[in-house]
């Protein structure tokens, strides 16, 4: 994209109603405008990085084994008053008369129209077990949304529904998902920590929140320093297969015997048995939430197959959301300095910014054009008339992983700039070295 014809706007001001970095930046740095409170418009530069995010996802969840589809964002009633969630879900959810008068709502979650999917064309064993998921936007009318998008009140998450036929099976699948997060938040560049948690209006006996660390996190968390460097996601030797039942026990073990919990269930009789030197304790971000809840809405719902007996049972089931919204401020929140945001290379709107310092000047456009038609939708050419300095900051602020900088004095001697956005590190190198370096 050349910067000329994008709709990046950046502002130079820093808002007031922004409170904590992603905020400010992702409103400075172009991302998202709000529409209305806990509600916001993704600008083209945040698009991309909410689609990357949705890809990464999406493809850990597939290799799981996890199917996707797409339901709607609105629902009708009926279900939840099936479930009987209806009237205790309160005033978190926001409910829609249509015109024949029938109730309505925009969906928090899906847990009841995927079991009337699901009751509707599964009847046997033989076809659990099932995961569905979608990636799609949820709205739940939060008291104080707050933090931009960390805490939105319409927000995209990613949500997925296993259904099996007894807890054994359950339990397998529960793993699985658990080991398709960590590889997915490892493959976005982040540090996330399993947590046992409570399981709120969602239900159930077994929950682990996802927890990214960052001082601005709404949750206080105590963890073993173990979690600090365990390559939890390797897949080969020494790493973990979805598709053993006796590797997803070694991993879940792996995840679950070393200490981690939120403030809700620290537990001061266990946190004293951590060697203190080992103690870590700091605030979190929760960016992904998995529970099992056994039969819940199969019961209330009505939810039957027939088991290899033939005889008619509940399926068990559970329920899996990684907030991909949250995530984009997450991130932020985890990676970036005083200039800018500084984006891990797989989440990166673009990946190299071309920073073309005398604009007009037809030795440094020849170069310029030359690294843009090689780079193509990986880079953001700044081709902008501006001042050099301009032109540094927004690239720092925007915190593309490379930025390649052009200017006529190197030009002159067959060189280009190379930057680090993260390190800061720059090197001097011919336009062909440097795009090696920057797809490499
Ligand atoms: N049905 C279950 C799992 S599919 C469920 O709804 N779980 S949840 O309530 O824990 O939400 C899943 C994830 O969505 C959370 O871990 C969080 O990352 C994200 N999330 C929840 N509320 C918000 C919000 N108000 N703004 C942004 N993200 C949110």
New binding site residues.
């Given amino acids: 994209m050349r910067l000329t014809q994008g709709f990046i706007p950046t502002l130079k001001e820093t808002p007031n109603e922004a409170q904590i970095a992603s905020h400010r930046l992702m409103l400075r740095a172009g991302l998202v405008r709000q529409t209305s409170a806990?509600i916001y418009a993704w600008l083209p530069l945040g698009l991309r990085v909410l689609r990357n995010i949705e890809r990464i996802v999406r493809q850990e969840q597939d290799a799981a084994g996890a199917q996707e589809l797409l339901m709607p964002t609105i629902q009708p009633a009926e279900l939840w008053r099936e479930s009987g969630r209806y009237d205790d879900y309160g005033k978190e959810m926001l409910r829609i008369v249509d015109r024949h008068d029938r109730d309505m709502l925009y969906g928090?979650?899906?847990?009841e129209m995927i079991s009337d999917i699901f009751r509707q064309s599964v009847h046997s064993y033989r076809n659990l077990p099932l995961n569905l998921y979608h990636i799609q936007w949820?709205f739940?009318d939060?008291t104080r949304?707050r933090f931009g998008?960390?805490?939105?009140?319409e927000?995209l998450?990613k949500?997925?529904?296993s259904f099996d036929i007894d807890r054994a099976a359950a339990v397998v699948s529960y793993r699985k998902m658990m080991l398709a997060y960590m590889r997915t938040f490892q493959r976005l560049g982040l540090k996330a920590i399993p947590m046992e948690a409570d399981t709120?209006p969602?239900g159930g006996d077994l929950s682990h929140?996802?927890i990214i660390l960052a001082p601005t996190g709404e949750s206080q968390v105590f963890y073993d320093a173990a979690f600090e460097d365990i390559d939890y996601g390797a897949r080969g030797a020494g790493g973990f297969s979805h598709d053993s039942a006796a590797d997803l026990e070694r991993f879940f073990h792996a995840m679950t015997s070393v200490y981690a919990a939120t403030d809700e269930k620290h537990d001061l009789e266990k946190w004293a048995a951590v060697a203190p030197e080992r103690r870590r304790e700091g605030r979190g971000i929760?960016?992904?939430?998995?529970?099992n809840f056994g039969t819940k809405y199969t019961k209330a719902m009505n939810v039957t197959v027939a088991n290899a007996e033939g005889k008619q049972v509940h399926p068990e089931m559970g329920?899996?959301?990684?907030?991909v919204?949250?995530?984009v401020g997450a991130t932020i929140e985890a990676s970036h300095d005083d200039a800018g945001i500084i984006w891990p290379d797989a989440v990166a709107p673009f990946r190299a910014a071309i920073l073309n310092l005398k604009s007009g000047d037809a030795a440094c456009d020849a170069v310029c054009e030359r690294l843009y038609t090689a780079l193509g939708d990986d880079a953001l050419y700044d081709d902008r008339p501006d001042r050099a300095g301009v032109k540094f900051n927004d690239a720092d602020l925007m915190g593309h992983p490379w930025q390649l900088v052009v200017g006529p004095r190197g030009v002159a001697a067959g060189k280009v700039e190379l930057k680090r956005r993260a390190s800061g590190e720059r090197e001097e190198l011919s336009p062909e070295d440097a795009l090696s370096r920057v797809t490499g």
């Fill in positions: 806990g928090p979650t899906n847990e949820k739940r939060e949304p998008v960390m805490r939105g009140r927000f998450m949500d997925a529904y709120g969602i929140e996802f929760e960016v992904g939430h998995i529970f329920s899996y959301g990684i907030g919204s949250r995530l």
